[in-house]
């Protein structure tokens, strides 16, 4: 209760706010009124590196705190905890009710979060990496279930079963048609463009 109590403070307020916001998105990944992706972005840091050394630079640090190797929200979520967390012990305990100091602790706070963040969601990335790795061609041919909607401009995601366990993937339908969570499709070709599978509903096969 204290710290419920704390966390309401009004210098602690925003990182409260923002912790209220990514409860909110992941209830709306739950009920299914938001895509585990909605706010993902590509990242590729190896074309960077190559074009233009500061770009690579900046692309080799967003690749050290897992960004492009993670969904973005996942990374979020533990920031913004940490922060949140970080905050209101920082300031209970040191009895703060300046803006002045806690604007002074923002930035060291934002440093130490980002590097738990880090070590955090470490043990995702072997569960996500499967969604970004090149062609497996041993999913192509197989029946897949959407777990994610899926439409021409917007990756989806799908489970199919494979080598003994089930795999996700990033999936594209092959033309203009929206694919539902719940619905089955054949994975067709890898689109090597677009890193992810093309796939064709097996209600248009049949």
């Known amino acids: 209760m204290d710290f419920l109590i704390a966390a309401l403070q ?8 923002l912790m209220a916001v990514v409860a909110l998105y992941w209830l709306s990944v739950i ?30 640090v967003l690749h050290y705190f897992n960004i492009g190797e993670l969904p973005l929200m996942i990374i979020f979520s533990f920031w913004f905890l940490f922060m949140w967390v970080g905050s209101v012990l920082t300031n209970h305990y040191l009895g703060n009710d300046s803006w002045l100091i806690a604007g002074a602790i ?5 440093f130490v979060s980002l590097m738990l963040t880090k070590y955090a969601t470490k043990p995702f990335q072997k569960a996500f990496s499967h969604l970004t790795k090149e062609e497996d061609t041993s999913v192509i041919g197989k029946e897949c279930k ?6 021409l401009d917007k990756k989806g995601q799908a489970e199919v079963y494979t080598s003994g366990y089930h795999q996700r993937v990033y999936v594209k339908p092959l033309d203009d048609k929206k694919l539902q969570k719940g619905d089955t499709a054949l994975i067709i070709e890898f689109d090597e463009q677009q ?11 049949n």
């Open 31 to 60: 009920i299914g009124v938001l895509d585990f992706d909605t706010f993902d972005i590509d990242l590729d840091a190896d074309a960077d590196i190559e074009v233009d050394g500061e770009i690579g630079a900046m692309a080799q």
């Open 10 to 17: 009004p210098i602690n307020l925003p990182y409260t706010i």
């Open 195 to 205: 890193k992810c599978y093309l796939i064709e509903p097996l209600a248009t096969l």
């Open 146 to 151: 959407l777990i994610i909607p899926a439409s």
């Open 106 to 110: 923002l930035i060291p706070n934002a």
